[in-house]
């Protein structure tokens, strides 16, 4: 990351880094589901999708169990998705 987008990333509010945030998890498990289905691989993995409107008045606890959910699960999902693969590979 150059530090021009670091710099952008910065002057964003609170909720803009929330949902910027929450858009880079839903990004990520989009891509692992696209591999997953080009192996053939079963999806389960759902990120959850941060709301600006509804979910803006988290606090910042509430927040980092938010994302640390999407985080377990995507790191669940990955490891999963490789053992398949794997497996399917041998």
Do not use: C, P, W
């Not at 803009?16 to 696209?34: A, F, P, V």
């Not at 979910?55 to 910042?60: A, C, R, V």
């Amino acid at each position: 990351m150059n530090e021009e987008f670091k710099n952008a990333y910065k002057t964003l509010t609170l909720n803009e880094k929330r949902n910027q945030l929450s858009n880079e998890l839903m990004l990520i498990g989009q891509l692992i589901k696209n591999m997953e289905t080009s192996f053939g691989v079963q999806s389960i993995l759902n990120v959850k999708n941060y709301d600006s409107q509804n979910d803006s008045n988290l606090s910042e606890n509430e927040m980092l169990d938010f994302i640390y959910e999407d985080v377990y699960n995507i790191e669940k999902e990955l490891l999963t998705a490789f053992k398949i693969i794997s497996s399917k590979n041998k």
